[in-house]
């Protein structure tokens, strides 16, 4: 079982997410304009997010994830939450993260986002660590360029959010770019005559 540690940063505590946050991620989970720039239903069902923090705890145990309560460091209340989803065999990472509306623009994404990537290019040796975000949502796209993130492309109408197809856009950073020597050419197919 994989133990998760307690990240710092200038103004925030980055912790496990623990059953007792439960109802503070269904009061800020529960906000329309949280759920409208994320994949978060609406209205947020009860017990929803007993089940959510269980399903990370679990992935976090497997070495699948890494999932961060992200709390104000003084008083150590819940602000939002970070999870980088790992894929071992291809050494990256799928990052998410939500900011509660009343701590908007205060720039506590980026910080915890960058905390975020950093352990996962340090601890758990990722090299590439790629999110998505809501095209009409430029704000979480800020945050991503912040944090070193390059934007790779859009895929349109990618996603149904509330019946309402939407396009995404991709972001993606390398630990160290890989330097580019030549094309590759991949081994001819065998078995198959052309």
């Known amino acids: 079982m994989e133990k998760q540690p307690i990240l710092a940063t200038g103004r925030?505590?980055?912790?496990?997410?623990?059953i007792a946050d439960a109802p503070e991620v269904q009061r800020l989970c529960g906000d329309y304009a949280v759920a409208a720039t994320t994949l978060l239903p609406y209205p947020y069902p009860d017990g929803l997010a007993e089940v959510w923090i269980a399903s990370l705890r679990e992935d976090v145990g497997h070495g699948d994830a890494a999932a961060f309560a992200i709390t104000l460091a003084p008083g150590g209340s819940l602000i939002g939450g970070v999870r980088l989803r790992i894929d071992a065999d291809h050494a990256r990472g799928e990052l998410g993260f939500w900011i509660g509306r009343?701590?908007?623009?205060?720039g506590y994404a980026t910080e915890a986002v960058r905390a975020v990537i950093e352990y996962g290019f340090s601890v758990h040796g990722l090299h590439r660590v790629?999110?998505?975000?809501f095209s009409r949502n430029p704000a979480s796209g800020r945050v991503m360029e912040k944090c070193g993130m390059l934007h790779e492309?859009?895929?349109?109408?990618?996603?149904?959010k509330w019946g309402v197809y939407e396009d995404v856009d991709l972001w993606g950073v390398l630990r160290e770019p890989a330097p580019?020597?030549?094309t590759y050419i991949p081994p001819p197919l065998r078995g198959m005559s052309l």
């Open 153 to 160: 492309g859009r895929f349109r109408e990618h996603v149904k």
């Open 12 to 18: 925030l505590y980055l912790r496990p997410f623990d």
């Open 130 to 133: 790629y999110a998505m975000h």
């Open 180 to 182: 580019r020597t030549g």
């Open 102 to 106: 009343r701590c908007w623009g205060r």
